[in-house]
């Protein structure tokens, strides 16, 4: 029912920025729980960033507070992350995802990828000098 796109990826220095974008189409429901997952090679897939798309309850990792920031664009069903200060550690691939709206009601597991059933097939993102 859920189509998402992700774009943006890409091979950026240590200290650089980078802006995700994420376009979902194909549903006739307005109001999703909608989340930035992203796995390392050999590594689980974490839990970035979330949000409602009924605006704010946006969480973030511990990892990434206060460098990354989640948004969503209602007019457009467009998810955002704004991400600044990269390290290597932030390399690996990233997806958008998008679940029930009771994820961010309930307030709780927001960063958990088994929440969400939606997936998109991923942008990679290289933080290198």
């Known amino acids: 029912q859920v189509q998402l796109v992700e774009s943006g990826g890409g091979l950026v220095q240590p200290g650089g920025s980078l802006r995700l974008s994420c376009a979902a189409s194909g549903s006739t429901q307005s109001d999703y729980s909608m989340a930035w997952f992203r796995q390392g090679p050999g590594q689980e897939r974490e839990g970035v960033a979330s949000v409602s798309t009924r605006g704010g309850l946006e969480h973030y990792a511990d990892s990434v507070q206060g460098r990354f920031i989640i948004s969503y664009e209602n007019d457009k069903k467009a998810l955002y992350l704004q991400m600044s200060s990269l390290k290597p550690e932030d390399s690996g691939m990233y997806y958008c995802?998008?679940?029930?709206?009771?994820?961010?009601?309930?307030?709780?597991?927001?960063?958990?990828?088994?929440?969400?059933?939606?997936w998109g097939q991923g942008t990679q993102v290289t933080v290198s000098s």
């Open positions: 995802a998008a679940g029930p709206p009771g994820i961010h009601a309930l307030g709780v597991r927001t960063l958990d990828s088994q929440m969400y059933n939606y």
